[in-house]
Every structure is written in structure tokens, then in C-alpha cells.
């Protein structure tokens, strides 16, 4: 079975600081793939990045990193130069199985970041 | 740049009627996805649809749920016979075959509170 956990339920960082919002995962099956979503306080769910399994290379999206780590099975969201507009929930999700299919994403219980200025 | 639709934005209804919450997923996506999320808790996946039919559900999608692709834009979500349990946000998502990671994309949702 699958499984997301966020140990942190809460973060407050200062404006312009590095932050990281960490992220484990339980799965048997090889291939799977490792998503991050952004919840501001409208609701709504934002795409941040994507990191798959066999990617040799930490994923990069602007501000946005992901520090995959395989064998601790832990994928940290790494967020530069925070801004207060990034003050949201933070939601891990893992997706198990090869790329292709209609296959459910699993979320973590999320992280609420907070910037103070 | 293309996004996933949701209408409506809220909806109030009491228990024990139907309803039907629609999406319009991007153009050229071929999954689409139903989710909810209760009040301060975690996105909990509901069905996943392709080529007209169900590929996965989850215990949460009982016989009360059923989805539908009524026309080449639309996919609607329906509650039989809503409980108040079924509050919550309820989002669509929708992600294209064969690209990397297939993304999914999500809708702004509907806030459903059932009365």
C-alpha cells in the first residue's frame, strides 16, 4: 500500500530565507513518480514539480527543488528566497506505476508554510 | 494557458438530494480524475476515468457516486442521495497520456456543503 507522510503540520519561516518542506514515501513498486502541489488559502491545487523514480537528476522548477533522496525514500520540497506569496499548504503526492495510465495520486496530510515578513 | 473548470464554485443542498458537479478538463487530456478534500484534512482520491469507462475507484466511491462523460468537454461527478458526511471540496483533474510524469491538473473546485 501506498503511503505519504509530512511530519511537519506547520512551518513559519522569514521572508527571503531557504525553506524545506519534508516529505517520506512507502511503496514496493518500482517505477512511481513524486509530485508537489501548492494550496494557497483560495483553494485551489497548483502544480509545483515533478520527480520520477529513475530520474538521475533532482528536479529543478525556479525557486522550486526537490531533494530526492531513493534509498531514505524522502522527497524534500526546497524552496529559495521564499516570498510572502508563498505563504500555502503544501501537499506530497505519489503516484505508483509505470508513466502511463489513469492512476490515482496518494497525498501526505500537507504542511502549512507561513512567511513572516 | 489552458486550465481545468469547475462549475459551480459552491453549492448548498440538503441531505438526501442529488447532485452533480461538472468539470471541463483540458482539451487534449485523456484521464480525469475526481477527488475531495474535508475540511482540513488530506485530498482523498475518488475515480479515476478513461476511454468512458471507471478505472479505478476508491471505497469512498459507493453506489451513492457516479461519474459521467456526457459530450466531448464535460465530466461530471453525481451524489445520489447526499449525506451530510459528503461536505467537502470536491476537485477534478485532468492529465494527458504520455508525457512526463502525466501531471494532473486541478480544477479550483466545487465546496459542497450538505445541510
Known amino acids: 500500500a501506498q503511503k505519504i507522510t509530512q511530519t511537519q503540520p506547520g512551518m513559519f519561516v522569514q521572508e527571503k530565507e531557504a525553506v524545506t518542506l519534508d516529505c517520506t514515501y512507502d511503496t514496493s513498486d518500482p517505477s512511481y513518480g513524486l509530485f508537489w502541489y501548492k494550496q494557497p488559502s483560495s483553494g485551489e491545487m497548483i502544480f509545483l514539480i515533478y520527480q520520477g523514480s529513475y530520474d538521475q537528476q533532482n528536479a529543478t522548477e525556479g525557486r522550486y527543488s526537490l531533494n530526492f533522496q531513493k534509498a531514505r525514500k524522502s522527497a524534500n520540497l526546497v524552496i529559495s528566497a521564499s516570498q510572502l506569496g508563498d505563504s500555502a499548504m503544501y501537499f506530497c503526492?505519489?503516484?505508483?506505476?509505470?508513466?502511463?495510465?489513469?492512476?490515482?495520486?496518494?497525498f501526505g496530510q500537507g504542511t502549512r508554510l507561513t512567511i513572516n515578513p | 494557458e489552458p486550465e481545468v473548470t469547475q462549475t459551480p464554485s459552491h453549492q448548498v443542498t440538503q441531505m438526501g438530494q442529488e447532485v452533480i458537479l461538472r468539470c471541463v478538463p483540458i482539451?487534449?487530456?485523456?484521464?480525469f480524475y475526481w477527488y475531495r478534500q474535508i475540511l482540513g484534512q488530506k485530498v482523498e482520491f475518488l475515480v479515476s476515468f478513461y476511454n468512458n469507462e471507471i478505472s479505478e475507484k476508491s471505497e469512498i466511491f459507493d453506489d451513492q457516486f457516479s461519474v459521467e462523460r456526457p459530450d466531448g468537454s464535460n465530466f461530471t461527478l453525481k451524489i445520489r442521495s447526499t449525506k451530510l458526511e459528503d461536505s467537502a471540496m470536491y476537485f477534478c483533474?485532468?492529465?494527458?497520456?504520455?508525457?512526463?510524469?502525466?501531471?494532473?491538473?486541478f480544477g479550483p473546485g466545487t465546496r459542497l456543503l450538505v445541510l
Open positions: 482539451s487534449n487530456h485523456l484521464y
Open positions: 483533474a485532468s492529465s494527458q497520456p504520455w508525457t512526463v510524469g502525466e501531471t494532473q491538473y
Open positions: 503526492a505519489m503516484r505508483e506505476g509505470r508513466d502511463q495510465g489513469a492512476q490515482k495520486l496518494v
